[in-house]
């Protein structure tokens, strides 16, 4: 039991901070400024459940479709690593906007919303490329020669994965109060602070693809 239990708990580890819910939240809010907030809710959930269904996919079948199109793991790793550092950057570079940037909120329509709810809201946003690239290496390391193991292996996985979106769930769908607890001067912060965490993210899963490749060209 407690094998299951630290299988669970190393899932959640691999995946919290890479998909960072907490900094995710302050540009959920960012681009989604002018919607009700019961809108918000469904949204928030809708990320959360869609966060939870592509993780679970790509934890079940991911190494299987990387094989089909023969892509290793490492390449997975070395281009969402950069992909990650990529938009962290990004953000970090965003000149500040001033205040009079409130009276240019976009109104989004409900089409648009569900349309934006997996794209780009959970993918490349919440669920992206490091998520799903942490999500194959947890899958291929709870491959084992039992059957029964693998299975058990990847069920209490997927538990990590649940546990994971619900944390996305509830920090989406309370971001306007964690903003206005924080003012914003301390969203500012934040917001950079995570944008820094998910470069430094995204270096360190393009660095681990590296090492895994190096060996083989090298031989």
Same mark, same amino acid.
């Given at each position: ?59 079940? /079948?991911? /190494? ?47 089409? /648009? ?53 619900? /944390? ?52």
């Amino acid at each position: 039991m407690f094998e299951y239990i630290k299988i669970i708990l190393l899932t959640f580890a691999a995946l919290f901070p890479v998909i960072n819910p907490l900094g995710g939240s302050l540009i959920f809010l960012n681009l989604t400024q002018g919607l009700a907030n019961i809108t918000l809710n469904k949204l928030a959930k809708q990320i959360g459940l869609n966060t939870f269904i592509l993780l679970l996919i790509v934890l079940l /079948s991911g /190494s299987w479709i990387l094989s089909f199109f023969g892509i290793t793991l490492p390449i997975v790793q070395i281009g969402g690593g950069f992909v990650v550092a990529s938009l962290a950057w990004k953000v970090l570079n965003q000149p500040i906007k001033d205040g009079d940037d409130d009276e240019k909120k976009v109104k989004y329509s409900d089409k /648009s919303v569900k349309e934006m709810a997996f794209f780009p809201l959970t993918m490349p946003l919440t669920a992206g490329p490091g998520a799903i690239a942490a999500t194959l290496t947890v899958g291929a390391h709870e491959t084992h020669k039992r059957l029964i193991d693998t299975v058990m292996g990847q069920i209490y996985s997927a538990i990590g994965i649940l546990l994971v979106a619900i /944390s996305v769930w509830f920090c989406y769908r309370y971001a306007e109060r964690i903003t206005s607890k924080l003012g914003e001067a301390g969203t500012r912060v934040i917001m950079r602070l995570s944008a820094f965490i998910n470069f430094c993210i995204g270096l360190q899963i393009a660095c681990n693809g590296f090492q895994d490749l190096l060996p083989g060209i090298i031989l």
